[in-house]
């Protein structure tokens, strides 16, 4: 098998990781360096395509809820419930942004690694446990259009987690900071997934805009390739993610994340890892 092949195969896998992950409550940007880790998928612009190809399965979002946002778009004016969307998810959106603007390089330096995403989905398995336990019946918000601008503030200070800490998972920590401030489940997860339109739009633009990458021919077509593939797994994954939660715990997630990290922890204190 040639290196360009290969180089391919690796994007693909990929693409299919960050489709799945993105908005489970699993992290996405863990599973991508874990998986990238494994398949010796590293390096600057392995970076570079994990953040790209998130704006796939951002994509995803945006078909998927066209008719709400589009309906939302036509009712910007103050007063009126696209304003207060919009407006939500915006200050929601800022802790994020000021703690990544200040804090990337040395997260990306010191833990954008196998371990401390290891670490971090073990922490977060638990903590799911606990905030499901504690929080999830006690809702009061049912609708997206009706989280105030405090409980926005709080959502996006749980969203900063997984900005501090790789591996927490931002889907995770938004539905949690969702529960906590009294959205129900459904309504936590839809926020999330709208939350994370400026949010990795941002999050690409920024990181486009830094690189010093001259791509070749290649890494080109990878990365339309693991953005397409993210894209339509993304799909299916964010429609059947919604009709679980309507149902069923999170809990499922939880013990997964538990057992992944107390694996990927287990291999690396016997330097497997």
Not at 236 to 262: C, E, N, S, T, W
């Amino acid at each position: 098998m040639d290196t360009n092949t290969l180089f391919m195969i690796k994007a693909v896998i990929i693409g299919i990781v960050e489709g799945i992950t993105e908005f489970l409550p699993i992290s996405s940007t863990g599973h991508m360096i874990i998986v990238g880790h494994f398949i010796n998928f590293e390096g600057d612009f392995a970076k570079l395509f994990q953040i790209v190809i998130q704006l796939g399965a951002i994509l995803a979002v945006i078909v998927l809820y066209r008719k709400r946002i589009f309906q939302s778009l036509n009712n910007l004016k103050p007063g009126e419930y696209g304003f207060k969307l919009w407006s939500s998810l915006i200050v929601a959106f800022i802790p994020t942004g000021l703690i990544a603007f200040l804090l990337h390089d040395k997260i990306e330096t010191l833990l954008m690694s196998p371990v401390p995403v290891a670490a971090s989905l073990l922490a977060g398995g638990f903590w799911m446990m606990f905030a499901e336990t504690r929080y999830r019946n006690h809702h009061k918000t049912v609708k997206v259009e009706d989280v105030t601008y405090r409980q926005a503030v709080i959502i996006g200070l749980f969203q900063s987690l997984a900005v501090i800490w790789p591996g927490f998972s931002r889907s995770a920590s938004t539905i949690i900071g969702g529960w906590i401030v009294g959205l129900s489940t459904v309504a936590a997860a839809e926020f999330s997934f709208f939350l994370a339109l400026p949010t990795m739009v941002v999050a690409t633009g920024y990181s486009l805009l830094k690189t010093k990458l001259i791509l070749s021919s290649i890494e080109i077509i990878a990365l339309v390739v693991g953005f397409i593939i993210s894209f339509f797994v993304a799909l299916v994954v964010i429609d059947r993610f919604i009709a679980y939660l309507q149902h069923k715990p999170m809990k499922g997630f939880a013990v997964y994340r538990i057992i992944v990290g107390v694996i990927l922890l287990t291999m690396a204190v016997f330097h497997v890892l």
